[in-house]
């Protein structure tokens, strides 16, 4: 197991991708970092641990290899920050059309 600093925009699926070769890594990244769910929005700097045992399907081999032999590292996420609770209307929105 090593451990992986999260770049910027990055999601779990992105660090499935990179080290596992698909999504269903996700569920591995999930069970060796507790922390973390499926919803998880993950901030750069976050640290995940990774499962350094060899991967036995061939296809999955292959995008791993393919994004290693590239320096490839995905970043499919948004700069776009959502509040967990936003409130888009107050108190006063029903009374402003009176």
């Known amino acids: 197991m090593k451990k992986v600093v999260v770049n910027g925009r990055q999601s779990l699926k992105d660090l499935a991708l990179k080290y596992y070769g698909n999504l269903e890594g996700m569920a591995r990244l999930i069970e ?3 922390t973390f769910s ?5 901030t ?6 990774v499962s350094t ?3 036995v399907d061939r296809s999955a ?7 290693k032999s590239n320096n490839y590292t995905p ?11 936003p ?5 006063t929105f029903g009374t402003m059309f009176n």
């Open 75 to 85: 970043a499919t996420g948004s700069d776009l920050f959502v509040p967990p609770n």
């Open 87 to 91: 409130f888009i209307f107050d108190r």
């Open 53 to 55: 045992e060899p991967i």
């Open 38 to 42: 499926f919803n998880t929005i993950l």
């Open 32 to 34: 060796l970092n507790p």
């Open 61 to 67: 081999k292959a995008v791993v290899e393919l994004y």
């Open 44 to 49: 750069a700097g976050d640290v995940l641990f």
